[in-house]
């Protein structure tokens, strides 16, 4: 290959991958391996890897599929092995500050203009450092609150709750209404007031967004633990009274995700604080028996004035060790480019680029629900704020779930859960070296 | 010249030795390594970072440790113990079976078709408490209004496991006690009817002994092939909640894999290992013990 | 007359009491089992119902047809998994089986230091969790090139099953007296001749018996192959179950049709050679 052709070559690719589009025929040749994430709600935009394919000349290889959990351990032991010749990978911003040394910083195979299209605050935690190591995809997450209308149209409710509290019954503002609320609602075993994920990470994720609500933080500047404070029992406490008042299902502790979406879609939870993508599932009638009866609204705010919204999303990234950079960037570019947004966020995702948040708002418009819903998440992501970008994030909530598991289940006070954790964490960080 | 020829038996034995070698003793002693340095999966060059006895230090003086240590104890004792009674009982209702014998013993092994991830999984809803088939029956029977969260209380969540290792494996035991049962000799229990002996009697006296060796058997290969409850328990609680539930397996494959913590999560494994060692081989020594009263120690 | 009657009547009810418990037994054995059959037919809503539906309202294909339809619409490579998991138990179960005679046999046939002791030790090799296994094993596997090939997965089950084998097959051997072995060598056989001729139909019922364990383990195994496999080009059966579990559902009617599809095979294998393998255990046993 001549100078010239391979300097026209390189210039072509550039220009592609910059703009988020693709030139004919520019990575003839070349063959991506990819892992990504699996999954309905993600696989309809992996069908557009084929126009790529096809622009470009280049050929996509999907080396896995699988949940986010799964990949985190495959990445983990390709690391270890040294097996990285595979180019592309689903990222999660919860993830991502685990492997800072995989992922290739994108922003020199992209334009300025390109990147400022997306969402700032997205952009934001898609970076370690200045590196920016995944492009978000349209699949935006911050929880806001699912409700059952019919219980509050319910005017022997109404009264029953007016009598007992002397306030109105309308879906909760504030945390501690809610919490108010769903001891009121509560007819166990066969009707619960909420719900929460208690297993894993996502209990931390869930206390961790109620401590900023409640005016506090997870960690301090150096990444001590600062959670052992005021703010941070008042938080627990949250989770411990729902629990101890039965208003939760009693294996609350045991539910992650899933178990949620399927136990709000069963008609049986009046108020379910729930991501984005779950908003077709609840009111689908082949899928839901809240069908016609879901409810959205923002995420209420805690006793700062704070409302919670632990957010996180998905992206694609190009390791460090990949050969073909350009096409890479310009095959991630290319799935998170606008129409790419507009076809994925079709599903009910939310996007990251402010163009097509104002193209799903307008295409809400003519479906009620849909509408209630993507203003409800319009507004619940104004108050979003990613995980704490550390490395050892994952390390920590898997020493802080089970003692928040512990002061909920009632094998220990709220203090000594904190306590516990709070030591256990500062160890950690000790250890590896933080401070 | 003639070169020194190699025994027959090492001969015959080499191909294992050789498989054996590279898949396990290999990888073990990479691990043993490993669990005496820092390493850590997501910064490869930990690897080279000797810690000395760090990590066995941490292990022995971690109380979350010794308590999942104790618990997989105790899951592994009550685990064995039951399947084998139970196996047992089994094994002698369907050898009092003659006709359909041969569907009944492919039913009988109807568990060992299950994938110990698709067990878990199984269970997992079996026992969920909202929607889960065992709270569903118990409320339409009428027998409780309450959902009882199998998988969350302390005593029962440790149950539920229990029933789901025992659901997949009890067959096991069943399918080589029966074979057992075939090869109790015939005449020395007709002679004991003759003399008057009760049924019992003659079970104790004469068909058990024949068939501890193949009680020992099963014992042996189930505890050694034990550490496949983690698949199961790793996705009906993860070993949670609040650790009631927290297997050394779980604690291991937690820490390796989410924590990234392989060296430390090796230097566990080390320890677990001894554990399944010193199972094995205390079957082993009943399993030669009940031979040797046979009259067939080998 | 009334003894006779009364002794009648309790060898009855005993008899009764006897099915009743077997009933019970086969009952418990089942159910679980069946129901993973049964909500591959029914459309998820159903299983998850809240008052539970306890008769089925509605019986369908429809997990298998999404199965087996396109990427994109819960398709899963069914068929891919299929044949790998075919190739890999059936190729490692019978390169298990192999070794296994040849050990089995140097342990049953010659006498030589520390026999016990290597025996013990082959066995304990079985002993080592998977999980504590895998990371290592893992890493070797990529430094040799053996990720996500069918040769790699073949290797580490026939080392899973090989003790296994050894221990059984060795069992049959020592049941077939030296003498008929050296008497078919006299007649003018070669040992190897003798070995097919005389010994190894004996041991058959026991290599039936090994073969089917080892058959099962290799089908079933997840934690290894979870790690080894990478891509639908060695991907096994039991790691694409996994495809149901996206990042917050489970699909659990999908999974249990794809289980279908593993649970067949092994179930009709099973039936096939099973009184094999009741004779086979049962010399292996006490003989070994």
């Not at chain 1, 029992?233 to 939760?248: E, H, I, N, P, T």
């Not at chain 3, 138990?89 to 006498?111: D, E, H, P």
């Not at chain 3, 990529?142 to 060795?170: C, E, K, M, Q």
Request: aromatic share 12%; charged share 15%; glycine share 8%.
């Amino acid at each position: 290959m001549g100078h010239s052709k391979l300097r026209a070559l390189l210039c072509a690719s550039a220009l592609s991958a910059l703009g988020g589009g693709a030139v004919a025929g520019e990575f003839d040749g070349i063959t991506l391996q990819a892992k990504l994430i699996g999954g309905q709600q993600y696989e309809a935009l992996y069908a557009r890897i084929a126009e790529w394919e096809a622009e470009t000349g280049a050929q996509v290889e999907i080396l896995s599929k699988k949940n986010h959990f799964e990949l985190d351990k495959e990445f983990k032991s390709d690391i270890a092995a040294g097996t990285l010749g595979w180019c592309v990978g689903s990222n999660h911003s919860s993830f991502a500050s685990q492997y800072p040394s995989l992922y290739t910083d994108l922003t020199p195979y992209l334009s300025a203009e390109f990147i400022e299209a997306y969402v700032p605050s997205n952009i934001a935690a898609s970076k370690i450092g200045d590196a920016l190591v995944m492009l978000p995809r349209a699949q935006f997450d911050v929880s806001v609150l699912y409700y059952l209308k019919s219980i509050y149209e319910d005017p022997e409710r109404q009264a029953a709750y007016k009598a007992e509290t002397g306030r109105d019954l309308a879906p909760p503002d504030t945390w501690e209404e809610y919490k108010a609320q769903a001891i009121f609602f509560t007819d166990a075993p066969n009707f619960y007031g909420t719900q929460y994920a208690g297993k894993d990470e996502a209990i931390v994720g869930r206390y961790y967004e109620m401590v900023i609500a409640e005016g506090g933080q997870l960690f301090n500047e150096d990444w001590s633990p600062a959670f052992n404070s005021d703010a941070g029992k008042r938080a627990l406490s949250w989770f411990v009274d729902l629990y101890q008042a039965g208003a939760v299902p009693p294996g609350t502790t045991s539910y992650l995700w899933d178990d949620l979406g399927q136990g709000f879609a069963s008609g049986t939870i009046a108020l379910n604080l729930d991501w984005p993508g779950w908003a077709g599932f609840f009111n689908g009638e082949d899928t839901s028996k809240a069908a016609g009866d879901v409810g959205v609204i923002v995420q209420p705010q805690g006793s700062a004035g704070i409302r919670t919204g632990w957010s996180g999303h998905h992206g694609f990234s190009v390791t460090e060790s990949c050969e073909h950079k350009e096409a890479a960037a310009s095959l991630v570019a290319w799935l998170t480019n606008e129409e790419s947004q507009k076809l994925e966020s079709a599903g009910g995702s939310l996007p990251t680029r402010t163009a097509v948040w104002d193209h799903v708002l307008e295409a809400a418009k003519s479906d009620p629900f849909r509408a209630e819903a993507i203003a409800a998440f319009q507004e619940g992501s104004e108050h979003a704020f990613p995980a704490p970008q550390t490395p050892y994030w994952i390390e920590a909530t898997n020493l802080i779930y089970p003692e928040l598991q512990a002061a909920i289940l009632g094998d220990k006070s709220v203090e000594e859960a904190l306590a516990d954790a709070a030591k256990a964490v500062d160890e950690m960080m000790q250890e590896n070296g933080v401070y | 010249m003639t070169r020194p020829r190699l025994p027959a038996w090492f001969v015959l034995l080499l191909p294992a030795f050789i498989v054996l070698a590279a898949v396990v003793l290999i990888p073990l002693l990479l691990s043993l390594y490993s669990s005496f340095t820092s390493y850590r999966l997501t910064r490869p060059e930990t690897l080279y970072n000797w810690i000395g006895t760090f990590n066995y230090e941490k292990a022995v003086q971690s109380a979350h440790f010794w308590s999942a240590f104790g618990r997989t104890v105790l899951l592994l004792t009550i685990a064995l113990n039951l399947e084998m009674l139970l196996g047992l009982g089994l094994a002698l209702l369907v050898n009092q079976v003659t006709y359909g014998q041969r569907l009944l013993r492919t039913i009988m092994m109807f568990p060992m078709m299950f994938s110990p991830l698709l067990v878990g999984f199984q269970f997992k809803f079996i026992f969920n408490d909202n929607v889960g088939l065992v709270n569903n029956a118990l409320q339409s029977l009428g027998l409780t209004n309450v959902a009882i969260p199998w998988l969350v209380d302390g005593q029962l969540a440790f149950i539920s496991i229990l029933v789901a290792e025992m659901w997949s494996s009890t067959s096991v035991f069943a399918i080589l006690i029966l074979a057992g049962l075939f090869a109790v000799p015939r005449d020395p229990i007709e002679a004991a009817k003759v003399d008057g002996c009760t049924p019992w009697q003659s079970f104790r006296h004469i068909t058990l002994p024949y068939i501890m060796p193949f009680i020992y058997i099963a014992l042996a290969i189930r505890s050694l092939d034990v550490a496949r409850a983690y698949d199961i328990v790793q996705i009906m609680t993860n070993g949670g909640p609040a650790r009631r539930t927290e297997l050394i397996w779980t604690l291991i494959g937690r820490t390796g894999y989410v924590d990234a913590k392989m060296g430390y999560a090796n230097a566990m494994g080390y320890i677990s290992i001894f554990l399944a060692i010193a199972f094995t081989i205390y079957f082993f020594r009943k399993l030669n013990a009940a031979r040797a009263e046979l009259g067939m120690g080998g | 007359m009334n003894d006779a009657r009364l002794h009648r009547l309790r060898a009855r009810s005993l008899k009764l009491l006897q099915l009743a418990a077997l009933f019970i037994a086969m009952s418990i054995i089942c159910l679980p089992g069946l129901w993973v059959v049964l909500n591959s037919f029914r459309p998820t809503v159903e299983i998850m119902a809240k008052p539970p539906v306890w008769i089925p309202q509605e019986l369908n294909l429809d997990h298998y047809r999404a199965m087996f339809g396109d990427l994109g619409e819960g398709g899963v490579p069914v068929m891919r998994y299929f044949t790998n998991s075919l190739i890999i138990s059936v190729t490692s179960t019978v390169i298990a089986i192999l070794v296994g005679m040849a050990g089995g046999y140097a342990f049953a046939r010659y006498q030589f230091k520390g026999k016990a002791a290597i025996f013990i030790g082959l066995m304990l090799t079985r002993a080592v969790p998977g999980v504590a296994l895998s990371l290592p094993l893992f890493i070797v596997m990529a430094r040799t090139g053996l990720i996500d090939t069918h040769i790699g997965l073949i290797l580490v089950y026939v080392s899973l099953n090989v003790p296994f084998t050894i221990w059984l097959i060795d069992g049959f051997f020592r049941q077939v007296p030296v003498e008929l072995a050296e008497a078919a060598e006299i007649d003018g056989c070669t040992r190897w001749q003798a070995f097919w001729k005389v010994e190894f139909p004996v041991a058959r019922a026991g290599v039936a018996s090994a073969g089917i364990f080892a058959f099962l383990t290799s089908w079933n195994e997840y934690a290894l192959a979870s790690q080894l496999t990478r891509s639908t080009f060695s991907k096994t059966m039991p790691v694409g179950l996994r495809d149901f579990t996206s990042e917050f559902t489970i699909n659990w009617g999908g999974m249990c049709a794809l289980a279908v599809l593993m649970i067949i095979p092994a179930l009709i294998l099973t039936f096939l050679v099973q009184k094999h393998l009741i004779a086979g255990l049962t010399f292996g046993g006490v003989k070994g």
